[in-house]
């Protein structure tokens, strides 16, 4: 299956997507809500791709896990679970998610259970409301959201409308994500701020190799500070529209970045695609080789030659944020990528 897909890629995607729908099945994607325990699987032909999460203790809702075409769990499992040889730096990075540092002084993305209580004056907690729309079908699926942006006295900052839309077709699997914030105070200022926006914390192996010392855990949690990393498994690679590579894409613009490497011998790319509608595209990347991996449209002014936008909205005015991001088991090139880049800024 992976050799005749990443054959069609060359000749663009439009061919890959065709291809599967006159020769294969079209999976059936269902969600399923589970109020109890906080959270909306997706499910992929009866295999879980993610779940959309809202436990309180992480401060946001979250995609959390994401699982590859061929079963391999892509995002980091600290700090929702124990796995040896993870980094158990950031407490904050939780699978995929959406907010930022700085919205009328709170710093919504640092947030955590791990903030002592005599600092939580500081931070802000994007809270779950409610499910609002749930559609499951072939080839893809739809789930709406509402949440709210709270001060820690529990003011609503903002107004928090959220739609996935889920598709999946052969080895290849795409989240497009539109948020629409709405100010419920007089005026709602995104100062920019290094720390946004749309992100995901990705597993050890798609981290880069690195020497530097590092604090890592065991299968049993517990932590021990290592001075000489071991890189073995280690595979992660960026790439950008605009052809850096590596860990110099930090700092840097362009409306698409990829990340690829193996996991368990399976190859994988994870892209992250910006859109023109957006504040600030094409966005500034906040990709680190450790394995947090974002789009930063927001913080213009604090990334090299960037220029001061710091976004505002008034009561009742909104902003809408959209990004779409893409797991292929394989590997795409840069023309398929332009071209699934090219049909997302249509919508």
Same mark, same amino acid.
């Given at each position: 299956?992976?050799?005749?897909?990443?054959?069609?890629?060359?000749g663009?995607?439009?061919l890959?997507?065709?291809?599967?729908?006159?020769?294969a099945?079209?999976?059936?994607?269902?969600?399923?809500?589970?109020?109890q325990?906080?959270?909306?699987?997706?499910?992929?032909?009866?295999? &879980?791709?993610?779940?959309?999460?809202?436990?309180?203790t992480?401060?946001?809702?979250?995609?959390?896990?994401?699982?590859?075409? #061929?079963?391999?769990?892509?995002?980091?499992?600290?700090?929702?679970g124990?796995?040896?040889?993870?980094?158990t730096?950031?407490?904050?990075?939780?699978?995929?998610?959406?907010?930022?540092?700085?919205?009328? @002084?709170?710093?919504?993305?640092?947030?955590?259970?791990a903030?002592?209580?005599?600092?939580?004056?500081g931070?802000?907690?994007?809270?779950?409301?409610?499910?609002?729309?749930?559609?499951?079908?072939?080839?893809?699926?739809? &789930?709406?959201?509402?949440?709210?942006? #709270?001060?820690?006295?529990?003011e609503?900052l903002?107004?928090?409308?959220?739609t996935?839309?889920?598709?999946a077709?052969?080895?290849?699997r795409?989240?497009?994500r539109?948020?629409?914030?709405?100010?419920?105070?007089?005026?709602?200022l995104?100062?920019?701020n290094?720390?946004?926006?749309?992100?995901?914390?990705?597993?050890?192996? &798609?981290?880069?190799?690195?020497?530097?010392?590092?604090?890592?855990?065991d299968a049993?949690?517990?932590?021990?500070?290592?001075?000489q990393?071991?890189?073995?498994?280690?595979?992660?690679?960026?790439?950008?529209?605009?052809?850096?590579? @590596?860990?110099?894409?930090?700092?840097?613009?362009?409306?698409?970045?990829? &990340?690829?490497?193996?996991?368990?011998? #399976?190859?994988?790319?994870?892209?992250?695609?910006?859109?023109? @509608?957006?504040?600030?595209?094409?966005?500034?990347?906040?990709?680190?080789?450790?394995g947090?991996?974002?789009?930063?449209?927001?913080?213009?002014?604090?990334?090299?030659?960037?220029?001061?936008?710091?976004?505002?909205?008034?009561?009742?005015?909104?902003?809408?944020?959209?990004?779409?991001?893409?797991?292929?088991?394989?590997?795409?090139?840069?023309?398929?990528?332009?071209?699934?880049?090219?049909?997302?800024?249509?919508?």
């Amino acid at each position: 299956m992976i050799n005749r897909y990443l054959s069609w890629t060359l000749g663009g995607v439009m061919l890959v997507l065709m291809s599967f729908r006159c020769n294969a099945k079209e999976p059936e994607i269902k969600l399923l809500v589970n109020n109890q325990e906080k959270k909306v699987d997706v499910l992929i032909d009866g295999k &879980l791709f993610t779940s959309y999460i809202y436990p309180e203790t992480i401060k946001k809702p979250v995609l959390w896990p994401v699982i590859s075409p #061929e079963g391999n769990r892509l995002t980091r499992t600290f700090p929702m679970g124990k796995k040896a040889g993870e980094r158990t730096d950031h407490p904050h990075h939780v699978g995929i998610w959406l907010n930022y540092g700085d919205v009328n @002084g709170l710093d919504f993305w640092n947030n955590s259970d791990a903030i002592p209580p005599d600092k939580r004056n500081g931070y802000g907690t994007i809270y779950h409301q409610s499910v609002d729309q749930v559609k499951s079908g072939k080839g893809k699926a739809l &789930l709406t959201t509402t949440s709210d942006w #709270e001060s820690p006295s529990r003011e609503v900052l903002l107004k928090d409308q959220t739609t996935f839309n889920f598709s999946a077709t052969g080895n290849m699997r795409i989240i497009d994500r539109e948020t629409r914030l709405t100010a419920m105070v007089d005026t709602v200022l995104f100062r920019d701020n290094k720390e946004g926006v749309f992100a995901i914390r990705v597993a050890r192996e &798609l981290e880069l190799p690195s020497n530097e010392p590092v604090t890592l855990t065991d299968a049993h949690g517990v932590a021990t500070t290592v001075q000489q990393m071991d890189n073995t498994g280690v595979t992660g690679n960026y790439h950008s529209s605009e052809g850096v590579d @590596g860990e110099k894409v930090w700092g840097t613009r362009g409306r698409w970045m990829k &990340l690829s490497g193996t996991v368990n011998g #399976e190859p994988v790319n994870l892209i992250i695609i910006d859109h023109p @509608g957006n504040a600030g595209y094409p966005t500034y990347w906040h990709a680190r080789g450790y394995g947090l991996f974002a789009a930063n449209t927001l913080g213009q002014s604090i990334f090299p030659g960037g220029e001061a936008l710091n976004y505002q909205l008034l009561k009742g005015r909104t902003m809408t944020l959209k990004y779409r991001f893409v797991v292929v088991s394989g590997d795409l090139s840069d023309e398929a990528v332009n071209r699934l880049a090219d049909e997302y800024a249509k919508q």
